[in-house]
């Protein structure tokens, strides 16, 4: 399959907003407006932002950015003010194809050169468990929570400096 990946900016807001419903596992943009989703893609390019988007053609079909979150302004996945949260969302016709992960991969070498870990909050029936798993995140013990679906998420770490 032919697509590129590139770089997000400030004006890929929309695309952001697009892939964090996939992220999410919602049906509709509107289900993101709650405030505790719309904050991973709301004003997207502020100071810490960093992430990559794929597209096929001019279509985006994916894209894997991270956030960077205060104690008082906590992510699903926070860890540290210092450890940026990671949200990647992958359109459901292209997931199985390697997109998740050479996305990955690209942000992960870039964030190796501003953090020393990355975080993320994921559902534990999530297929994706696997993926994060085969790059080099672990789960945090004592992190299970109930999310707002009613099923049970954990977050996991990835140490840039191992």
Request: proline share 5%.
């Amino acid at each position: 399959m032919n697509y590129t990946m590139r770089r997000l900016n400030s004006r890929d807001e929309p695309m952001v907003w697009e892939m964090l419903r996939y992220a999410a596992h919602e049906s509709s943009l509107e289900a993101l407006q709650h405030p505790l989703l719309a904050r991973y893609a709301a004003g997207w390019g502020r100071p810490g932002d960093v992430g990559y988007g794929t597209w096929q053609a001019a279509t985006p079909i994916g894209a894997a950015w991270l956030r960077l979150w205060s104690g008082t302004d906590k992510g699903f996945g926070y860890i540290h003010d210092d450890i940026p949260e990671l949200s990647i969302g992958v359109a459901p016709d292209y997931r199985g194809q390697g997109i998740g992960t050479r996305l990955l991969s690209q942000l992960l070498a870039d964030a190796k050169q501003h953090f020393s870990a990355v975080s993320l909050s994921v559902r534990g029936d999530n297929p994706a468990v696997h993926l994060y798993s085969r790059i080099g995140f672990v789960p945090v013990s004592g992190s299970e929570i109930l999310n707002r679906t009613g099923s049970e998420s954990f977050n996991m770490i990835c140490d840039l400096k191992a």
